[in-house]
Nanobody, 119 residues
Framework: QVQLVESGGGLVQPGGSLRLSCAAS????????MGWYRQAPGKQREFVAT???????NYATSVKGPFIIDRDNAKNTMYLQMNNLQTEDAAVYYC?????????????WGQGTQVTVSS
């Protein structure tokens, strides 16, 4: 089995920054795409950013610029640096990874980490 553990959420004032982490553990051959999604109260889960194993990153228009996604393949870990946070960025953030196990790809989700933006 594979587990994704997220960390780094919390309370921040508007204009502040947070850095989220998502670490995968278990039987892993490789990890293809990694991504972050978020869900605000009363809204559907939405795409934030993705980073493939090779190639360019992709961002939602609303976060392009202030948010930066990166990964450390040696640690099976992904990060989301969130700068200039605004109240509309408040949500539960979920990580997603496409993990290859014994030649078969599987999608896994983290448990979510709360990001609150408030003065």
């Amino acid at each position: 089995q594979v587990q994704l553990v997220e960390s780094g959420g919390g309370l921040v004032q508007p204009g502040g920054s947070l850095r989220l982490s998502c670490a995968a553990s278990g039987v892993i051959s490789s990890i293809d795409a990694m991504g972050w999604y978020r869900q605000a109260p009363g809204k559907q889960r939405e795409f934030v950013a993705t980073i493939p194993s090779g190639g360019s990153t992709n961002y939602a228009t609303s976060v392009k610029g202030p948010f930066i996604i990166d990964r450390d393949n040696a640690k099976n870990t992904m990060y989301l640096q969130m700068n200039n946070l605004q109240t509309e960025d408040a949500a539960v953030y979920y990580c997603n990874m496409r993990v290859v196990r014994l030649g078969v790809p599987y999608h896994y989700w983290g448990q979510g980490t709360q990001v609150t933006v408030s003065s």
